[in-house]
């Protein structure tokens, strides 16, 4: 297996928390998608995908219709994308992503976390290079998919990796440039998108202890705890 699904399975992440705040996580996805190219799923890649995730997650049809039509009014908050980078503790490098209506408070919160647990807050592209940025799409595999043959079809689209998991689910990886090729690509196969997202892979990684995983972990509970983060990455190991 590639280097992507390799780091994939061995760490340490959780993803989202409770299911109150996966909800808010995921309408927050669905107000950028929405401020950034409308209402109709149809014509908003980014928006279809939300949707499909939220689905996913069992937010209810009309929590998902109610976050599209509040993202559309005029009077509805607007959500910047930042992304913070730095060290936790141990010097485990670290790249949090936020969705934030006040920017001046989730740095103060991200750089009080990192402060408080022995790390420190760096500046924009500082460690963006110790990360590979790539795009994951799930599908269902039915009887009719043939994963060799996935594989080999979709090259072209940028697929680079495809890997079969338990409960009928495939993965598919490629590069971040490759999100909408690869979802084009998806859709016109008339395959059934289970989620998609981005994640951040380390080049290398960082051997640890139980004990020093144990103070990381506290970092990881606060970043969790926080509704502007919507992910994070390490390179602990």
Not at 144 to 159: M, P, Q, R, T
């Amino acid at each position: 297996m590639g280097r992507a699904f390799e780091y994939r399975k061995a760490r340490k992440l959780k993803r989202w928390g409770m299911m109150a705040k996966t909800f808010t996580r995921i309408g927050k996805d669905i107000a950028i998608a929405v401020k950034n190219g409308g209402v109709d799923p149809h014509t908003n890649a980014r928006l279809r995908a939300a949707i499909q995730n939220a689905k996913t997650a069992n937010m209810p049809k009309e929590n998902i219709e109610r976050a599209i039509k509040k993202a559309s009014s005029k009077d509805e908050k607007e959500y910047k994308e930042i992304v913070y980078e730095g060290y936790g503790p141990h010097k485990v490098a670290i790249i949090i992503e936020t969705a934030t209506d006040n920017p001046t408070r989730t740095v103060a919160n991200i750089r009080n976390y990192l402060t408080k647990c022995g790390g420190s807050l760096g500046t924009t592209g500082s460690l963006d290079f110790l990360f590979e940025r790539r795009c994951i799409f799930k599908i269902h595999k039915d009887e009719s998919i043939h994963v060799e043959d996935l594989e080999l079809a979709g090259i072209d689209s940028g697929v680079e990796e495809v890997e079969l998991e338990e409960n009928n689910t495939i993965i598919l990886g490629g590069k971040f440039e490759s999100y909408n090729l690869i979802q084009k690509f998806i859709e016109e196969q008339h395959y059934q998108i289970i989620s998609s997202e981005f994640e951040r892979i380390p080049l290398t990684t960082k051997q640890i202890s139980q004990e020093q995983e144990e103070d990381l972990q506290k970092l990881f509970s606060k970043l969790e705890e926080d509704e502007d983060v919507q992910n994070y990455f390490h390179n602990s190991n």
